[in-house]
């Protein structure tokens, strides 16, 4: 399995609408459900600087190709791209274990 780390800023307009607490629940309730329809992607951890607000997500996918075909889809572009300032950052790894599955390699 493979474990992504994806980072990113928010552009300015974006950072401010999801300031309101239930912008921001509902947005990512839409991000929640439609992860779950990816074909590869076991999970996905959300995740938010307090500070900056900066956005980030650690994925587990099946392989690598699962991922490399989420990067090039609709999905991928309007919950990351679409929002993001500039690039993002994103750091590719072997998943080796977990605390459910135990040692994976």
Same mark, same amino acid.
């Given at each position: 399995?493979?474990?992504?780390?994806v980072k990113f800023e928010l552009k300015d307009e974006v950072? !401010? $609408?999801l300031a309101d607490i239930d912008v921001?629940?509902?947005?990512?309730q839409q991000v929640v459900e439609g992860c779950r329809k990816i074909p590869g992607l076991r999970e996905k951890f959300f995740l938010m600087d307090p500070e900056t607000s900066a956005q980030g997500?650690?994925?587990?996918?099946? !392989? $690598?190709?699962d991922f490399d075909a989420?990067?090039?889809s609709t999905a991928y572009k309007t919950t990351v791209l679409d929002i993001c300032k500039g690039e993002p950052s994103i750091e590719t790894y072997i998943h080796?274990?977990?605390?459910?599955?135990?040692v994976l390699i």
């Open positions: 399995m493979i474990a992504a780390i950072r !401010k $609408q921001a629940r509902k947005h990512i997500a650690m994925l587990i996918w099946e !392989k $690598q190709e989420y990067l090039k080796t274990a977990n605390l459910t599955d135990g």
